[in-house]
């Protein structure tokens, strides 16, 4: 079956990039309705469905694109929210260019939707079953979609920073998996990079509190990590939310090597260009049993209680 929200849910903050305040609303919409963002601070108000095809290519964040200059920026970790609650159908209202970034998780958002409540709504739910492999590279980096009864994520990252450094973890993302082990973990970035973005006037927003700062062997952010390979959690989160972007719930194994949200995004591209590399597929009970946000409860997250402060 289908699910919504049982009633609106608002969060505040700021967006990353551009340090102003930020306002986002999830409210219940329909069966059939999918996720559509709205920005609702231009006349008329502009909405883009929350698809892959509606995606423009970004080194630092899941920007979507109306295609008419419209953009809404950093859509991953809200998207990662939904994906990993089990929710299909939403309107998510934005005010301005960029979703309010939180804490840089995906917590804030499971929390806010769990405390709303999930309904589900009696209509058949259909997923996108991965048929054949389908890979995309450049250079060393790579992302692929392989055959799988239910989503798994593997993820491999390699940084020079030793504080970071060579991290890999593979999940299969039902049972709560998203909401236990992936959720609060944050972005992460270089101080020297946080230091050119500032010079590029980006990550305006950002804070020691709301990213995991390393430089070199050292984690400026205070409080340090809140797992000991946070850095490849988040990338899975990152991956979970661009591949929510597929539009419907995925029966793939997801193999991630130092990719980010441009690759996902072409690796998408590319199965949906291949038509017998994948097929709708109606859920059965046993089936949905193995989604991701499959009897998802508030104790899920119950690990991240003191990321609430
Ligand atoms: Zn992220």
Redesign the pocket.
Known sequence: MQATLKKMVTFGGVGLHSGAPARLEIHPAPAGHGIVFRRSDLTPAVEIPARWDHVTPSKL??LMDDGQGTTLS?V??VM?ALAGTGIHNALVIVDGPEVPILD???APFVRGILRAGIAMQAAPLRAIRVLRPVEVREGEAFARLAPADHLEIDFQIDFTDAAIGRQEKRLDMANGAFLRELADS??FCRQADVDAMRRNGLALGGTYLNAVVVDGARVLSPGGLRHRDEAVR??M??AM?DLALAGAPLLARYTGHRAG?AMTNRLLRALFADPAAWQWETCSPALEDRLPGAGVAAYDLVATDWAAA
């Open positions: 964040c899941t950093t991953e970790h990662a840089g998780s995906a944050r972005t988040h990338k989160l990152d939310g949200h």
